[in-house]
């Protein structure tokens, strides 16, 4: 994609919004003048918005996946893409959506972010990406890179789920398990000593790839394609790009005059961590919370960023924590609807269900889900026992599963 389709101008400060920076090279290590020992400050892609043109960029077009369809307002895609995007919208009940990001390529929302991170890449003339990742933005960076013609190194944590470690390993990249406290460490010593651009959080509190989040505006734009503006966001919560995302794509549609409002944005993470919500509750610009173990394992996070806390508090929404249980109905909810999400998926109808009945009034609610249940640890191990090719052997079966002539 040549540069000239985007508008982008160049990188704002997140901390000091007056704070301008030049478009290139991408910023991954957050605000220069305003980060702290203590707090990093992400920054964030300006456009000229006055040169967009919303009628073109909202007209209906082909339902086909590719970022191509909103380069206008995405830094530049200097990297070949795999039909990332178009997910869809599927009406759980009424006025209850969830917005499916397990049919990106790899079966997650990262392919949003790792189009423009890997793009980053290519415009600075890396050789290859390196990433840090329990999973799903692991396969994304490589599924990317090696798309782009890219090497790729992934640090995991020593108990890598075999699928997601066969994953990593048919997109040629170079998987690292380490332990888990290395995994940073030794990412930046990658980054410095061999030059490969790095696609994840490099500061203490968290402020990630600055060209990221952009790809996640366009869950936001696909979703008021589809239904117009919702009520409400639920958003399944780590570091909160994608809360950020989410939120900023909805305030550039206010900017661009098609809407007057911003829903709702709510983040959801675990309560065995919930670093987002500690900072929200405590008024802090980000938060490092000692985790407990937990199955949603994408999700459980030390640290927040300070993107999730803009999010949460310029949209009105809320930060809420949610049990391994609440986790589990709202996966169970969604198989019954036919969709098999990661457990961390869940968590933003788990997020739905926790507050009640929803409200409709404003407008539906989406819940987004954002990774396959081929992404959670274990699967692959269950063992279906063998049925006797007989027809008493058959119809016990079936009526211990409650079918019945």
């Not at 090497?151 to 890598?160: A, K, L, S, Y």
């Not at 390993?169 to 460490?185: K, M, N, S």
């Not at 117009?228 to 909160?240: E, I």
């Not at 019954?336 to 788990?350: C, D, F, K, P, T």
Request: charge should be negative.
């Amino acid at each position: 994609m040549p540069t000239e389709h985007s508008l982008a101008t160049g990188q704002r400060s997140l901390g000091d919004p007056a704070l301008d920076f030049p478009l290139w090279p991408p910023l991954t290590a957050g605000c220069p003048r305003t980060s702290t020992e203590d707090v990093s400050y992400p920054v964030e892609v300006d456009y000229a918005y006055d040169k967009a043109d919303p009628a073109a960029l909202f007209a209906p077009a082909p339902v086909r996946g590719g970022l191509e369809r909103w380069a206008p307002l995405l830094p530049p895609l200097l990297s070949p893409g795999l039909g990332e995007g178009a997910t869809p919208l599927v009406e759980i009940e009424p006025g209850v959506y969830v917005k499916d990001e397990s049919r990106n390529p790899t079966w997650s929302h990262k392919d949003r972010l790792n189009r423009c991170t890997t793009s980053a890449a290519v415009g600075v003339g890396a050789a290859g990406i390196a990433v840090a990742s329990s999973g799903n933005h692991g396969a994304a960076a490589a599924a990317y890179a090696a798309r782009a013609g890219l090497r790729c190194v992934v640090f995991t944590g020593p108990d890598v789920p075999p699928n997601v470690d066969s994953f990593l390993d048919a997109y040629g990249a170079v998987v690292l398990p380490v332990p888990w406290e290395a995994r940073w460490p030794l990412l930046r010593q990658v980054v410095d000593r061999l030059g490969l651009h790095p696609v994840s959080n490099l500061t203490t509190t968290h402020t990630g790839h600055a060209y990221g989040p952009e790809g996640y505006k366009t869950i936001a734009y696909e979703i008021f394609q589809d239904v117009g503006l919702p009520s409400a966001v639920f958003v399944p919560t780590g570091y909160g790009e994608l809360l950020f995302g989410v939120w900023k794509g909805f305030t550039e549609l206010v900017r661009l005059g098609l809407t007057d409002r911003v829903p709702r944005v709510h983040s959801c993470e675990t309560v065995t961590s919930g670093p987002l919500a500690r900072a929200v509750a405590e008024g802090l610009p980000a938060a490092r919370v000692t985790v407990r173990p937990s199955a949603a394992y994408s999700i459980n996070s030390p640290v927040s960023g300070y993107r999730g806390v803009l999010a949460v508090r310029e949209s009105g929404g809320r930060a809420l924590t949610l049990t391994d249980a609440q986790l589990t109905d709202a996966k169970e909810e969604m198989a019954r609807a036919g969709l098999w999400a990661e457990l961390s998926a869940a968590a933003g109808l788990a997020g739905l269900r926790s507050l009640g009945e929803p409200d409709l009034s404003d407008g539906p609610v989406v819940c987004v889900s954002t990774s396959s249940g081929f992404k959670d640890s274990g699967v692959g191990t269950r063992r279906t026992d063998p049925v006797a090719p007989e027809w008493e052997a058959v119809s016990r079966v079936l009526r211990e599963a409650g079918i019945t002539g």
